[in-house]
């Protein structure tokens, strides 16, 4: 930094707010033969010490031109704290919703502990059983399994009848064979139409539809439910009278009597067979949906909260920290309002010392001692001493 031309003051001068960089102990030399020593203008170099306005040349603190800058950065950071400061006032409002909520569920929680504590049945009849259900899924898939077997069967036999071949087993004294067929027949039902693989399925939707009527909150749905049992029933003796009627057509041929289906053990067997059991699967297709619900009541519970609490950990990751902005803030003015002198004591001497150098002739020995003298009370007037590093405060920023 190039140090500004030094002014020569005279007697009349005054201290002036010009900080000026200079070696202290040349300087004073200089000035004081300039007015040969005077007391009143060494009073006033030393005040300009004092205010800043004389600093050693070393000195690197911050002056005047960079004051510019850190003010244009100073403004940034306000900035930014403002937007910071909105940001996290909302991110506040959307944790503290957030958290309203998760005490909301937690509530829900506790509420249902503290019902089945103090009624067990309901406890029983609203939790999740892993037992019950694990029973009612293996039923039911066996059940699945039997039901889709027997409804290809059935209709193979109801709408495809071999006539011949079952004359044949009549005569070999076979029977009419059974209504669930053989691995082999249940081969042969789908190759002669492989349609009868989807037969099962009406049933299947018929059951439900059974568990869909019964979760409606229409005041006639047990009038719907029991039309959907109606057509069911209706379709399964259909069934068990067509597969009648074809076997004893089957026995006519054979020169055998025949006998009406409502006295035929195995026309009710055929029905029993399909009806009844559509109807226990349905039960149990609805039983395993209302216990799977049940469990699903605590999960999603439980999962809300997760994802809740999910995203206030996000939510707080977001936040962006204002105690590190506002330090700099807090930096940078102290900056730009404070102006750091240096070591007062040292700064004093080394001027002194080339002050005084120039009274050593003994004709300028009385204007020496004054100027010790004011030097020493200036130091106890502010309090200087050894070590003393001085800030002092501008007059704005």
């Known amino acids: 930094m190039e140090k500004p031309k030094s002014t020569t003051p005279t007697k009349t001068e005054k201290a002036i707010h010009q900080t000026e960089y200079v070696n202290l ?41 960079e004051k510019p800058e850190k003010r244009s950065k100073l403004k940034q950071l306000e900035s930014k704290l403002q937007e910071t400061g909105q940001q996290n006032e909302k991110l506040n409002a959307q944790i503290k919703e957030k958290q309203d909520k998760i005490d909301v569920r937690r509530e829900e929680l506790l509420d249902l502990r503290k019902r089945y504590e103090n009624d067990p049945e309901a406890m029983k009849r609203e939790t999740f059983s892993p037992f019950k259900f694990s029973i009612s899924t293996f039923i039911l898939i066996m059940l699945t399994g039997y039901l889709f077997f027997f409804y290809v069967s059935a209709a193979y036999r109801a709408l495809y009848t071999d006539f011949e071949g079952i004359a044949s087993r009549i005569a070999a004294g076979l029977g009419t064979g059974s209504i669930m067929p053989q691995p082999a027949e249940l081969a042969e039902a789908l190759q002669y139409n492989f349609l009868l693989f989807l037969v099962p399925f009406v049933f299947y939707a018929f059951g439900w539809a059974f568990h869909v009527i019964l979760e409606l909150k229409h005041k006639y749905k047990f009038v719907f439910l029991g039309g959907l049992i109606g057509v069911t029933f209706f379709v399964d003796f259909l069934l068990a009278i067509l597969i009648h009627n074809n076997l004893e057509y089957a026995k006519e041929l054979m020169g055998l009597g025949s006998k009406s289906w409502a006295g035929d053990p195995a026309f009710y067997m055929i029905l029993f067979l399909g009806f009844i059991v559509y109807l226990l699967w349905s039960i149990l297709l609805d039983s395993v949906v209302r216990e799977w619900a049940k469990r699903l009541v605590t999960v999603n519970l439980k999962k809300i909260l997760k994802h809740l609490r999910n995203d206030v950990k996000e939510l707080q990751s977001k936040f962006v920290p204002e105690d590190a902005i506002r330090f700099d803030i807090a930096n940078l003015r102290e900056d730009i309002g404070t102006v750091i002198l240096g070591n007062l004591k040292s700064y004093i001497d080394q001027f002194t010392t080339g002050w005084i150098s120039y009274l050593s002739p003994q004709n300028l020995k009385e204007v020496k001692m004054k100027c010790v003298n004011i030097k020493k009370e200036f130091e106890e007037k502010h309090a200087i001493k050894s070590g003393t590093v001085k800030v002092i405060k501008r007059r704005g920023i």
């Open 25 to 65: 102990q040349e300087f004073g030399y200089e000035k004081s033969g300039n007015v040969k020593g005077d007391p009143d203008i060494y009073t006033s170099y030393l005040n300009m010490i004092l205010n800043g306005d004389l600093v050693d040349e070393k000195f690197s603190g911050l002056n005047e031109d």
